[in-house]
């Protein structure tokens, strides 16, 4: 499976203010997701980040708010704007389709980002 | 639509006893099917998955999960609980038809093995 890092691991933010989270894969794939998880319950699928071309949200998301960039196979951002206390939560950053490996029906995911909005 | 359902918030079981966590999904078409657990300031960590063959599939740990297609469950189990397989467990469903790679979690069970 792919290694997965996530920077950075966990922040505290004043209110109306911007967040950029980065994930680094080890290896190049196909696809790469962002998930938001409140501490303790279900994770929710914010966007798929597609490389080259903009990101394909989910309903209830939107760009403005939840920019996303990948610029390559192995990386992506996924920034929190004009962040208000609604916006705490854990962001996880998953990949699926190793293109290096065989596995190509799971998704992997990162360690997260736990955010906190003051 | 897709979904997952864990009906447990919450299970407890005493270290060396057998554990079940439940998980039914309602799909259309043949589902390939998972379980993910997250222990506590962690990411998910992948445990093993059906996609087609037999119904019992074995994953990291020890756990093992039973595929049922007319029952629509994917259970999680273990023989032998160990304090340490205490955390939170998802199962989850893949879109196999309008979004291949979307996956549908569920809400979770928090397992809590006892000494």
């Known amino acids: 499976s792919a290694v997965i890092s996530q920077k950075p691991s966990r922040d505290i933010c004043q209110r109306g203010t911007s967040l950029t989270i980065q994930c680094q894969v080890d290896?190049?794939?196909?696809?790469m997701f962002w998930y938001r998880q409140q501490p303790g319950q279900s994770l929710t699928l914010i966007a798929t980040a597609n490389q080259g071309s903009e990101a394909t949200y989910e309903s209830g998301f939107v760009i403005d708010k939840f920019p996303i960039s990948r610029p390559n196979l192995t990386f992506s951002t996924l920034t929190v704007s004009n962040m208000s206390p609604e916006d705490s939560s854990i962001y996880l950053c998953?990949?699926?389709?190793?293109?290096?490996?065989?596995?190509?029906?799971?998704?992997?995911f990162g360690p997260g980002t736990r955010l906190t909005v003051l | 639509a897709q979904s997952v359902a864990q009906p447990e918030d919450q299970v407890n079981v005493a270290e060396g006893n057998p554990l079940t966590v439940k998980c039914t999904y309602s799909?259309?078409?043949?589902?390939?099917l998972f379980w993910y657990v997250q222990y506590p300031n962690r990411g998910l960590q992948f445990l093993l998955k059906y996609i087609t063959g037999d119904n019992l599939v074995k994953g990291s740990y020890g756990f093992e999960a039973e595929f049922n297609k007319s029952q629509t469950s994917f259970h999680l189990k273990k023989p032998s609980a160990l304090v340490s397989d205490s955390a939170l467990y998802f199962c989850a469903v893949r879109d196999r038809w309008y979004n291949f790679n979307k996956f549908y979690f569920g809400s979770g069970t928090k397992l809590n093995v006892k000494p």
């Open positions: 799909v259309s078409g043949n589902p390939y």
């Open positions: 998953s990949v699926a389709t190793t293109t290096q490996g065989v596995d190509t029906d799971t998704q992997y």
């Open positions: 290896s190049q794939v196909t696809m």
